[in-house]
């Protein structure tokens, strides 16, 4: 909110980066546990799981924030 008040872009273009980034992280590890059993799979399936939600969250941020008029200001 003190971004915002202060009128910092900085803060809000790199949202979506660290954002998209620790969403990714999160959710490929929840999925991977929940789907795969074994260990070694497990780690295989959330490592390829984490850069595909990562790419995901960040595409939504980015596809929100061009529809709410905020990219072009």
Not at 13 to 30: D, L, Q, T
Not at 41 to 58: E, K, W, Y
């Amino acid at each position: 909110m003190l971004a915002a008040q202060a009128n910092d872009r900085s803060f809000a273009e790199g949202c979506p980066f660290i954002g998209g980034a620790i969403s990714g992280i999160v959710c490929g590890i929840m999925l991977a546990r929940h789907m795969v059993r074994t260990l070694v799979p497990r780690i295989l399936c959330a490592l390829f799981l984490m850069p595909l939600f990562a790419f995901f969250s960040f595409a939504l941020a980015l596809f929100g924030c061009t529809l709410g008029g905020g990219c072009g200001k």
